[in-house]
């Protein structure tokens, strides 16, 4: 998984290097962090305005949505 400044969260395959698996688009600003829940299948990402987004990886959909300002 990979974040950054255009706002777009990728999944990638180890065994494809030239494109993401998925995109999972929805913050406003910048991402500064990405993490992943393993038991829950989720990945969680923080944008620089402090925004936490909860995604489902089967469904690339985001879940939740947290103002942390």
Known sequence: MTGGADKIVRLWNP???NKPTARL???RFSIV???VN???QHVI???S???VRVWDVHTL????VEDHR
Do not use: C, F, T, Y
């Open 38 to 40: 393993e038991e829950d």
């Open 33 to 35: 962090d990405v993490a």
């Open 49 to 51: 305005s402090m925004v």
């Open 15 to 17: 065994g494809v290097i």
């Open 25 to 27: 688009v929805g913050h």
């Open 61 to 64: 959909n985001s879940l939740q």
């Open 45 to 47: 990402s923080v944008s």
